[in-house]
């Protein structure tokens, strides 16, 4: 059981895993404090008090709503761009590792494939 158990722990989409959930709770904050300290109060400066959970109509506080949204949009762009660079940084190298293990070539598969070719070649004329 515990054979299964480390097999499971260290595989690496488990690894993968709680490597975002770290990297996601830190860049959480990271976007929160952008939008509290940077984005809010530049948005602020257009509005009468400053925040958007201030607007309400009679007892309905839909200000609250699209603070929240707004928050999600953010997040959503700061984690879908973090996903991009690592993407693409990511395959970069599985390119590079392509090309170091690429196995070396038989001398018997380039005959065989020369002959191949060859027989294409007579039985297409």
Do not use: C
Request: aromatic fraction near 12%; charged fraction near 25%; charge should be neutral.
């Amino acid at each position: 059981m515990w054979k299964d158990f480390k097999e499971f722990a260290f595989k690496g989409n488990v690894l993968d895993l709680a490597i975002a959930v770290v990297i996601g709770a830190a860049f959480g904050k990271i976007v929160t404090s952008l939008v509290e300290h940077i984005i809010m109060p530049t948005i602020g400066l257009l509005l009468p008090s400053g925040k958007f959970s201030s607007l309400h109509y009679k007892e309905i506080l839909y200000g609250n709503f699209i603070q929240s949204v707004f928050d999600f949009i953010v997040i959503a762009f700061a984690i879908f761009m973090f996903i991009r660079l690592i993407s693409k940084f990511k395959r970069k190298e599985d390119a590079v590792a392509i090309t170091e293990e690429a196995p070396p070539v038989d001398s018997k598969e380039v005959l065989l494939e020369e002959i191949r070719d060859l027989l294409k070649k007579q039985n297409n004329a």
